[in-house]
Protein backbone atom coordinates (compact mmCIF):
# COMPACT_ATOMS: atom_id res chain seq x y z
CA UNK A 1 0.00 0.00 0.00
CA UNK A 2 0.57 3.69 -0.20
CA UNK A 3 3.16 5.04 2.41
CA UNK A 4 4.42 8.60 3.07
CA UNK A 5 7.30 9.25 5.98
CA UNK A 6 8.75 11.91 6.63
CA UNK A 7 11.55 13.27 8.53
CA UNK A 8 14.00 15.39 9.49
CA UNK A 9 11.61 17.72 12.09
CA UNK A 10 13.38 19.41 15.05
CA UNK A 11 14.13 21.91 17.23
CA UNK A 12 15.48 25.03 15.46
CA UNK A 13 16.77 28.53 16.34
CA UNK A 14 15.33 31.54 13.96
CA UNK A 15 17.23 31.94 10.89
CA UNK A 16 18.91 28.63 10.66
CA UNK A 17 17.74 25.85 8.42
CA UNK A 18 16.25 22.33 7.99
CA UNK A 19 15.96 19.64 5.37
CA UNK A 20 12.79 17.68 5.46
CA UNK A 21 12.20 14.10 4.07
CA UNK A 22 9.60 12.19 2.85
CA UNK A 23 10.19 8.56 1.88
CA UNK A 24 7.80 6.85 -0.49
CA UNK A 25 6.83 3.23 -1.13
CA UNK A 26 4.08 1.24 -2.58
CA UNK A 27 3.94 3.14 -5.90
CA UNK A 28 5.28 4.28 -8.94
CA UNK A 29 7.03 7.12 -7.24
CA UNK A 30 8.11 8.77 -10.49
CA UNK A 31 4.51 9.22 -12.12
CA UNK A 32 2.93 11.31 -9.16
CA UNK A 33 3.36 15.19 -7.98
CA UNK A 34 3.93 15.82 -4.76
CA UNK A 35 3.14 18.57 -2.07
CA UNK A 36 4.32 19.67 1.34
CA UNK A 37 1.48 21.00 3.67
CA UNK A 38 2.48 22.57 6.71
CA UNK A 39 -0.33 22.61 10.23
CA UNK A 40 0.65 25.05 13.13
CA UNK A 41 -0.55 23.98 16.09
CA UNK A 42 -4.26 24.21 16.60
CA UNK A 43 -4.38 25.86 13.37
CA UNK A 44 -5.84 24.81 9.61
CA UNK A 45 -3.63 23.00 6.67
CA UNK A 46 -1.46 25.71 4.80
CA UNK A 47 -0.15 24.34 1.47
CA UNK A 48 3.77 24.99 1.37
CA UNK A 49 4.81 23.64 -2.08
CA UNK A 50 3.95 21.22 -4.75
CA UNK A 51 6.81 19.91 -7.26
CA UNK A 52 5.56 18.28 -10.90
CA UNK A 53 6.32 13.93 -11.35
CA UNK A 54 9.31 14.44 -13.31
CA UNK A 55 10.70 17.62 -11.07
CA UNK A 56 10.47 20.37 -13.77
CA UNK A 57 7.78 22.52 -12.00
CA UNK A 58 7.59 23.72 -8.74
CA UNK A 59 5.13 26.09 -7.13
CA UNK A 60 5.11 27.78 -4.05
CA UNK A 61 3.00 29.74 -1.01
CA UNK A 62 4.05 33.19 -1.20
CA UNK A 63 4.58 32.65 2.37
CA UNK A 64 7.46 30.48 2.39
CA UNK A 65 8.80 31.96 -1.86
CA UNK A 66 12.69 32.52 -1.91
CA UNK A 67 13.04 30.42 1.84
CA UNK A 68 12.02 26.83 1.17
CA UNK A 69 12.56 25.15 -1.71
CA UNK A 70 11.32 21.36 -2.54
CA UNK A 71 13.17 18.95 -4.78
CA UNK A 72 12.67 15.22 -5.49
CA UNK A 73 15.10 12.42 -6.20
CA UNK A 74 13.03 9.62 -8.48
CA UNK A 75 15.79 7.18 -8.35
CA UNK A 76 15.50 7.23 -4.45
CA UNK A 77 11.98 7.68 -4.16
CA UNK A 78 12.20 10.65 -1.61
CA UNK A 79 10.97 14.26 -1.82
CA UNK A 80 12.38 16.90 0.01
CA UNK A 81 11.66 20.67 1.52
CA UNK A 82 14.92 22.45 2.34
CA UNK A 83 13.88 25.21 4.58
CA UNK A 84 15.74 28.09 5.12
CA UNK A 85 15.95 31.40 7.35
CA UNK A 86 13.44 29.71 9.40
CA UNK A 87 11.27 32.16 11.69
CA UNK A 88 8.98 31.30 14.68
CA UNK A 89 6.05 31.31 12.45
CA UNK A 90 7.32 28.42 10.40
CA UNK A 91 6.17 26.28 13.51
CA UNK A 92 4.30 23.62 12.62
CA UNK A 93 3.92 20.05 11.63
CA UNK A 94 5.00 19.02 7.84
CA UNK A 95 3.12 16.63 5.95
CA UNK A 96 3.74 15.55 2.45
CA UNK A 97 1.40 14.11 0.43
CA UNK A 98 0.42 12.88 -3.15
CA UNK A 99 -1.16 14.68 -5.56
CA UNK A 100 -3.55 12.84 -8.21
CA UNK A 101 -3.86 16.25 -7.84
CA UNK A 102 -6.39 15.17 -4.92
CA UNK A 103 -4.49 14.46 -1.79
CA UNK A 104 -5.18 10.76 -1.71
CA UNK A 105 -2.04 9.81 0.81
CA UNK A 106 -0.45 11.65 3.74
CA UNK A 107 2.14 11.06 5.85
CA UNK A 108 2.59 11.19 9.26
CA UNK A 109 4.11 14.31 9.26
CA UNK A 110 7.38 15.86 10.95
CA UNK A 111 7.36 18.93 13.41
CA UNK A 112 9.72 22.06 13.55
CA UNK A 113 9.66 23.90 15.98
CA UNK A 114 11.46 27.21 15.65
CA UNK A 115 13.00 28.27 19.14
CA UNK A 116 15.54 30.07 20.51
CA UNK B 1 -4.75 34.88 -4.15
CA UNK B 2 -7.98 32.71 -4.06
CA UNK B 3 -9.72 31.98 -1.00
CA UNK B 4 -11.96 29.60 0.70
CA UNK B 5 -14.20 30.23 3.36
CA UNK B 6 -15.88 27.54 5.79
CA UNK B 7 -17.83 27.49 9.49
CA UNK B 8 -15.69 27.68 12.41
CA UNK B 9 -18.24 25.14 13.31
CA UNK B 10 -20.94 22.51 12.81
CA UNK B 11 -22.74 20.78 15.49
CA UNK B 12 -24.98 17.75 14.40
CA UNK B 13 -27.01 15.29 17.22
CA UNK B 14 -26.24 11.30 16.23
CA UNK B 15 -28.18 10.12 13.32
CA UNK B 16 -29.21 14.05 11.66
CA UNK B 17 -27.37 15.55 8.40
CA UNK B 18 -24.63 17.32 8.97
CA UNK B 19 -23.95 19.79 6.09
CA UNK B 20 -20.38 22.03 5.75
CA UNK B 21 -20.21 24.73 3.37
CA UNK B 22 -17.44 26.25 1.24
CA UNK B 23 -17.54 28.83 0.01
CA UNK B 24 -15.55 30.65 -2.55
CA UNK B 25 -15.46 33.24 -6.24
CA UNK B 26 -16.77 30.42 -9.09
CA UNK B 27 -16.05 27.46 -6.70
CA UNK B 28 -18.25 26.17 -8.80
CA UNK B 29 -16.04 26.12 -11.51
CA UNK B 30 -13.59 24.34 -9.99
CA UNK B 31 -12.89 21.21 -8.91
CA UNK B 32 -13.51 20.64 -4.46
CA UNK B 33 -12.15 18.02 -2.36
CA UNK B 34 -12.98 17.49 1.60
CA UNK B 35 -10.87 16.35 4.19
CA UNK B 36 -11.30 14.71 7.92
CA UNK B 37 -8.52 15.55 10.13
CA UNK B 38 -9.37 14.02 13.82
CA UNK B 39 -6.96 14.93 16.32
CA UNK B 40 -3.63 13.77 16.07
CA UNK B 41 -3.88 12.17 13.04
CA UNK B 42 -3.34 13.02 9.23
CA UNK B 43 -5.89 14.14 7.00
CA UNK B 44 -7.97 11.86 5.15
CA UNK B 45 -9.27 12.86 1.48
CA UNK B 46 -13.31 12.21 2.24
CA UNK B 47 -14.55 13.48 -1.57
CA UNK B 48 -12.62 14.74 -4.57
CA UNK B 49 -14.19 15.68 -7.34
CA UNK B 50 -16.56 17.60 -6.24
CA UNK B 51 -18.61 14.68 -5.83
CA UNK B 52 -16.83 11.24 -5.20
CA UNK B 53 -15.69 9.03 -2.75
CA UNK B 54 -12.70 7.26 -1.96
CA UNK B 55 -12.54 3.41 -1.35
CA UNK B 56 -13.25 3.09 1.95
CA UNK B 57 -15.02 6.23 2.86
CA UNK B 58 -18.91 5.77 3.92
CA UNK B 59 -21.26 6.17 1.92
CA UNK B 60 -22.76 8.37 3.85
CA UNK B 61 -20.57 11.01 2.76
CA UNK B 62 -21.24 13.12 -0.19
CA UNK B 63 -20.43 16.14 -1.82
CA UNK B 64 -21.69 18.66 -4.34
CA UNK B 65 -20.09 22.45 -5.95
CA UNK B 66 -22.36 24.46 -7.68
CA UNK B 67 -22.24 28.31 -7.96
CA UNK B 68 -19.97 29.61 -4.97
CA UNK B 69 -20.41 26.87 -2.54
CA UNK B 70 -19.34 23.52 -2.11
CA UNK B 71 -21.25 21.05 0.42
CA UNK B 72 -20.00 18.59 2.34
CA UNK B 73 -22.89 16.37 3.77
CA UNK B 74 -22.90 13.45 6.30
CA UNK B 75 -26.04 11.53 6.61
CA UNK B 76 -26.71 9.75 9.92
CA UNK B 77 -23.64 11.00 11.38
CA UNK B 78 -21.97 9.08 13.76
CA UNK B 79 -19.80 9.90 16.65
CA UNK B 80 -16.68 8.91 14.53
CA UNK B 81 -17.55 11.25 12.07
CA UNK B 82 -16.46 14.06 14.95
CA UNK B 83 -13.47 15.73 13.66
CA UNK B 84 -12.06 18.94 11.02
CA UNK B 85 -13.29 19.18 7.98
CA UNK B 86 -11.13 21.00 5.11
CA UNK B 87 -11.99 21.96 1.72
CA UNK B 88 -9.54 22.23 -0.91
CA UNK B 89 -9.40 23.33 -4.67
CA UNK B 90 -6.78 24.62 -7.10
CA UNK B 91 -6.34 28.24 -8.20
CA UNK B 92 -4.23 27.44 -11.58
CA UNK B 93 -1.06 25.99 -10.05
CA UNK B 94 -1.63 26.43 -6.34
CA UNK B 95 -3.17 24.39 -4.03
CA UNK B 96 -5.91 26.34 -1.29
CA UNK B 97 -7.88 25.05 1.36
CA UNK B 98 -10.44 26.14 3.76
CA UNK B 99 -9.81 26.88 7.05
CA UNK B 100 -11.59 24.18 8.42
CA UNK B 101 -14.67 23.14 10.01
CA UNK B 102 -14.72 21.81 13.59
CA UNK B 103 -17.84 19.19 13.23
CA UNK B 104 -18.98 18.39 16.95
CA UNK B 105 -21.50 15.26 17.03
CA UNK B 106 -23.61 16.00 20.29
Known amino acids: QVQLVESGGGVVQPGRSLRLSCAASGFTFSSYALLWVRQAPGKGLEWVAL????????YYADSVKGRFTISRDNSRNTLFLQVNSLRADDTAVYYC?????????WGQGTLVTVSS | SYELTQPPSVSVSPGQTASITCSGDKLGEKYACWYQQKPGQSPVLVIY???KRPSGIPERFSGSNSGNTATLTISGTQAMDEADYYCQAWDSSTVVFGGGTKLTVL
Open chain 1, 51 to 58: ISYDGSNK
Open chain 1, 97 to 105: ARSLPSFDS
Open chain 2, 49 to 51: QDT
